[in-house]
């Protein structure tokens, strides 16, 4: 699989031999879309893919690389995107080339590269190399193009519009060809983020082929094609595998991260660098757990106080142009984004307002749904003796319930306000109270018991569709310390330490039931099997110890664990987290290169010089495909 992360599911063919190149001699010289809103996507996506390529440099400065968002800066200052409408030729001597601009915008890049027109392509490669003023010719015809649009800071800044670079790259064309057949411009669960992707090498041009149902098929291949790059020290240069063909299609619909800002406040920025890195890793899911019982940071037009009184400040809220652009910015990458309002748990700050502009106290539980706290609350008991009923667990559920149905209902009137055009189905945490009051039809139901509890299966056998985020393993932070007084966190109920990215990698949501992997796997008949109501999985970043500054070395290498497992779900016994361990450590520092600040796992050394760092029974299990590792191997 190369550098591959995650790896591909399907088939994969990978040539040994590399073709240099530079990214400003990249062309997208075919875009098939049948939608307008889709060719747009595609077009700040193709930006997104050349920009990742610039930052391969390794002069590229660490500071420009944030969130990509001067495209869309372009489009809030520019909506209409004027065109140019004034046509120009240019012919080369010999009538070698031909060059047509006509309606190009700004930033465009799929409008300047079909223009471009050919003539006698006969012996063109002999020519260049053997005709010193044809080869200049040539690279003339390149700066001419890249000058045909204004170009972006990125492109701008980048060392390799600078720097000399060897004249077997800078000859080297790369053309992209796009075809997208469907019309979808939002992430649901069931959208199909499949592609087919081939590249291929004849001469003097290479050419890579991606053919997706969906746009955000299409994404996924563009990110394939760019871990298909690598920079050559040597040429000053790009490197791209000369021949390919993959297949791919993920394993799970659902493949998230929850954040927590409620706990801690995260700049917009920090979060669209997490669905930054998110989107490298095809990671499709952010779980916004926006309020906590610590803050309420959302602005609500219909409730503002409950912010004003809420959030830790005027600066740490986020408003409603900023939840806009953030939802954008992540459906851009192939991430859908789940909102949570925390309630009837973990309520807090923000939910005073009533009381203090005299309308009345509500009752407030900062720890999960407890009914020692809703017990001796005189609101609640006050309210069931009015009604004749007893303060009992009985009627505490019955008033849970209540609360639920109303929430559901509101939820229902809102989908209908906002013209939604689908049922939205709401996603809840797992508890005894959904065991027993919630359907199975109307809602999702994330687990959060540990690994091998029994209770798991309880939730397959009621028909419930489910996401797993076992904390034992997949809460990021692991246990941390005292964080009030001589409180204990949830994380430090827990003995487990902070889990390695192997730990993340070897947990597979198949494996969490007590039903065998060939059970539960997906039935190729087309069969109705306990797989199809296993939708993915979400690793947890609960803040307690976390914020805006330690957000990315907490996160990432785990995440891309977590990333491959819900892609590839890689088989136990065939392909266990020891032998990723080098293609992780090339995909490490390909984040790193893109600006994550992913934590390291090992020296450079053992990077640079693969399996010197194991022990001869190590690098055995390692090599030996068909040997399962041992328990003595992995250690």
């Known amino acids: 699989y190369g550098s591959m992360w995650p790896k591909p599911r399907g088939d994969v063919t990978l040539a040994r031999e590399t073709t240099p190149f530079l990214p400003q001699n990249i062309r997208f010289t075919k875009v098939s879309a049948n939608n307008p809103q889709v060719e747009e996507m595609l077009q700040e996506q193709a930006h997104y893919f050349q920009r990742n390529l610039h930052f391969m440099h390794p002069d590229y400065r660490q500071r420009e690389k944030g969130p990509f968002t001067e495209y869309q800066e372009e489009q809030y200052r520019n909506p209409n995107r004027e065109y140019n409408e004034e046509k120009m030729h240019r012919e080369y001597r010999g009538d070698l080339y031909k060059y047509e601009y006509e309606s190009v915008a700004d930033f465009d890049l799929f409008e300047l590269s079909s223009k471009v027109r050919r003539q006698n392509p006969e012996s063109q490669s002999q020519s260049q190399s053997n005709n010193p003023r044809l080869r200049f010719d040539f690279q003339f015809r390149n700066q001419e193009q890249r000058r045909g649009r204004e170009q972006m800071r990125y492109e701008r800044i980048s060392p390799f519009n600078k720097q000399q670079a060897s004249p077997v790259a800078e000859k080297q064309n790369f053309e992209v060809e796009v075809t997208v057949t469907g019309p979808e411009t939002q992430l649901r669960i069931d959208t199909d983020e499949s592609y087919d992707l081939a590249v291929q090498t004849v001469g003097d041009t290479t050419t890579a082929t991606i053919i997706a149902s969906t746009y955000y098929g299409a994404r996924n291949a563009l990110e394939s094609l760019s871990q298909l790059i690598a920079y050559n020290e040597l040429s000053n240069s790009l490197q791209v595998i000369k021949t390919a063909k993959i297949s791919d299609a993920p394993a799970f619909k659902y493949r998230g991260l929850m954040l927590d800002t409620g706990r801690n406040f995260y700049p917009k920025e920090e979060i669209m660098s997490l669905l930054d890195t998110m989107s490298t890793n095809k990671l499709n899911t952010f779980h916004w757990h926006i309020s906590d019982a ?10 503002p106080q409950m912010s004003y009184y809420g959030s830790y400040g005027p600066s740490k809220v986020y408003y409603p142009q900023d939840i806009r652009e953030i939802v954008e910015y992540a459906n851009q990458r192939g991430i859908r984004v789940i909102p949570e309002i925390d309630t009837p748990a973990h309520a807090g700050a923000g939910w005073n307002f009533g009381e203090q502009e005299g309308k009345g106290k509500m009752v407030l539980c900062n720890d999960p749904t407890s009914f020692k706290c809703w017990s001796n609350s005189p609101e609640i008991t006050n309210f069931l003796t009015q009604q004749s009923r007893e303060v009992n667990s009985r009627e505490l559920f019955e008033l849970w319930n209540t609360f639920q149905q109303t929430a559901f209902a509101k939820l229902s009137e809102s989908v209908v306000e906002t013209g939604v055009s689908k049922q939205v189905t709401p996603i809840v945490y797992s508890s005894s109270f959904v065991k027993n009051y ?88 087309g069969q109705v099997t306990p797989s199809d109501q296993i939708l993915g999985g979400e690793a947890l970043i609960n803040s307690y110890e976390t914020d805006a500054e330690s957000l990315q070395t907490t996160v990432w290498p785990r995440g891309a664990a977590l990333a491959e497992r819900l892609w590839a779900d890689p088989i136990p016994t065939r392909f266990q987290a020891d032998r990723a361990e080098n293609r992780m450590a090339a995909h490490r520092e390909r984040m790193v290169n893109r600006g994550t600040r992913a934590e390291t796992f090992q020296p450079e050394y053992c990077f640079q010089n693969q399996n010197s760092c194991y022990t001869q029974a190590e690098y055995e299990s390692r090599t030996n495909k068909n040997q399962p590792l041992t328990q003595a191997t992995q250690a």
């Open 438 to 525: 919630i359907d199975p039809k109307e809602y999702t139901v994330q687990i959060t018991e540990e690994v091998n509890s029994t209770e798991t299966d309880q939730y397959i056998e009621k028909g419930y569709k489910v996401i797993f985020s076992n904390p034992d393993v997949w809460s990021l932070e692991g246990p941390a310390p005292s964080w009030v007084s001589q409180a204990k966190t949830y994380s430090q109920q827990r003995e487990a330490p902070r889990p390695h990215w192997k730990q993340v990698y070897d947990n597979s949501p198949f494996d969490m039931t007590s039903l065998s992997r060939s059970e539960i796997r997906p039935d190729q008949s």
């Open 294 to 303: 610590a803050s309420f940071p959302l602005y609500s037009q219909r409730q």
